[in-house]
């Protein structure tokens, strides 16, 4: 035993020695690892989600980027009705907590009604936000419905039909800086100092710095939500500063619109009016029907040793009186 204590005596130092040269060993790899990176890297995981970052985008998911987006859209508009209606509560307890402070005279008159317009104030914002997650179901609804043309290929994909609108307000915009006949009939079109034209250039900037490289530059829903509200921003500032100068220049605004909107708008009033054109036409046919074999169980029933009419080739019109009961003879 005394050998063993002897030895551990002498040889306290190596375990305390071995670990720290460890220690060291291993900092000076982690630091030769960080020098090897490259400029602005400093993790090997940043590496990876550049790498991840610079890889194009699947088919897959720039077929489905539109809806990943409408769905991601939709949880945020739910998410403000949930602090809509927490608000709401807040603002009302404020308001029961005002009104037995102001029994007790221990308040103004007034803190009530200050309290109140804030509980008004928190209702109206819930009510905008019910209604946004009702326009947000609707853009999920309508990306659902595009992603079958989506992937037959007779449908642009959702990136690039975003670039094809923001390269079509830009034409749009450099038609009037290009073309001199434009340039003097609508001055205020290539006038910074407007100020409608100052907020289209504003956008522009915004949307331009989010624009994706090309179709296959990898987005995230977020991104893309993001881009698309840009050119929307951009596109309704161009056509707020298109029309001001046009009403400058002495023109009627056209009634009809030629923003992404008003297509859209005038798109679903067609296509609701063929709807009901063709509801009309089944329920007319469907009636003509009716009446033809009305007509015919009545033949039937008058005639019955004549065997079974012919078939009748178009609709019974006028449709056949009701048999009228014999009247008695006094």
Known sequence: ?????????????????????????????????????????????????????????????????????????????????????????????????AQAERAASRIPSDAVAAARGRLTDAQRDLRAALAEVRARRAGVKAAKAMLPAIRSGSAPLPVARLLAEHDAILARWMAYETDPGLAIDYPQMSDSRSPLLAEFLRAHEKAQWLRPASVQTRLSPADFL????????????????????????????????????????????????????????????????????????RAQKKSPDAGSPPPSSGPVWPPPARDRPPTSSS
């Open 1 to 97: 035993m005394e050998p063993l204590m002897a030895l551990l005596v002498d040889w306290w130092w190596i375990g305390p020695a071995a670990a720290g040269a460890g220690t060291v060993g291993w900092l000076g790899v982690r630091r030769s690892r960080q020098r090897a990176l490259p400029a602005g890297t400093t993790t090997t995981t940043d590496r990876a989600v550049r790498a991840w970052s610079s890889r194009p985008l699947g088919k897959a998911a720039a077929r489905r980027l539109e809806l990943d987006a409408a769905v991601l859209d939709l949880q945020t508009a739910r998410h403000a009705v949930t602090r809509g209606r927490a608000d709401v509560k807040v603002a009302d307890a404020e308001v029961v907590r």
């Open 226 to 297: 993001a881009y698309r509200d840009a050119v929307r921003r951009t596109a309704h500032a161009f056509d707020r500063a298109e029309r001001a100068a046009r009403r400058g220049a002495g023109e009627q605004p056209s009634v009809e619109g030629n923003d992404a909107w008003s297509r859209v708008a005038s798109d679903l009033a067609e296509t609701a009016q063929r709807a009901l054109a063709r509801s009309m036409e089944s329920m007319g046919r469907a009636a003509a029907r009716n009446w033809s074999e009305r007509g015919a169980r």
